[in-house]
């Protein structure tokens, strides 16, 4: 069964860059599914980041996209998703999460999220 | 862009109840991009519902979608307690990507 995991730094400074990583594990890949970010303010509701394409092809929320970049890493046998998003404010402290996407678009696996707090 | 107003805010329920959750859209959407999320307390969210009323794989059949055009309706029957959580949807536009409604905290009366 297919894994997602985003372990993520914890703490990033005002104005720094956020530089996350997640691993899918379990099963082979496939060219079914697409893969994406979604962020979650503490007591807040979810917001979508972006979303990446085995081609490459990427897609970004205009509010962010100005400050944000996602790329899948596939040169290994277990491939990774990336983050990185830049002018850390406060705005941006968050449970960030990776997850697949499907033919529906609709977020199918997620992984546990992992907390970011900006601050100096 | 598209907006998702989810009504009630919050949802008031004994166990063995129903529940009827709404989710209006801005304008009219394609049912085949219409999904429904359950998130318990700390936990990430959960795929219930997409393309409007199909099951996700493991979800049980008191869970049940329905609507089309700008009204989505997700409905709970048989309260569990572990029923008992945030509901969001959300819907995929090409114009404007995934956006997600404000969310319905199902809680025990």
């Known amino acids: 069964q297919m894994r997602l995991e985003e372990p993520g730094p914890g703490l990033v400074k005002p104005s720094g860059t956020l530089s996350l990583s997640c691993s899918v594990s379990?099963?082979?890949?496939?060219?079914?599914?697409?893969w994406s970010w979604i962020r979650q303010p503490p007591g807040k509701g979810l917001e979508w980041i972006a979303s990446v394409y085995y081609s490459g092809s990427t897609y970004y929320n205009s509010s962010l996209e100005s400050r944000v970049s996602i790329s899948l890493d596939t040169s290994k046998t277990q491939f990774s998703l990336r983050l990185q998003l830049t002018s850390m404010t406060a705005t941006d402290t968050a449970v960030y999460y990776c997850a697949r996407t499907n033919g529906y678009d609709a977020f199918d696996l997620w992984g546990p999220g992992t907390m970011v707090t900006v601050s100096s | 862009e598209i907006v998702l107003t989810q009504s009630p805010d919050t949802l008031s329920l004994s166990p063995g109840g129903s529940a009827t959750l709404s989710c209006r859209a801005s304008?009219?959407?394609?049912?085949?991009?219409l999904t429904w999320y359950q998130q318990r307390l700390g936990q990430a969210p959960r795929l219930l519902i997409y393309?409007?009323?199909r099951r996700a794989a493991g979800v049980p059949d008191r869970f049940s979608g329905s609507g089309s055009g700008t009204d989505f309706t997700l409905t709970i029957s048989r309260l569990e307690p572990e029923d008992f959580a945030m509901y969001y949807c959300q819907v995929y536009v090409i114009s404007a990507g995934f956006t997600f409604g404000p969310g319905t905290k199902v809680d025990i009366k």
């Open positions: 393309g409007a009323y």
């Open positions: 304008q009219g959407v394609s049912s085949s991009y």
């Open positions: 379990g099963e082979s890949t496939s060219t079914s599914y697409y």
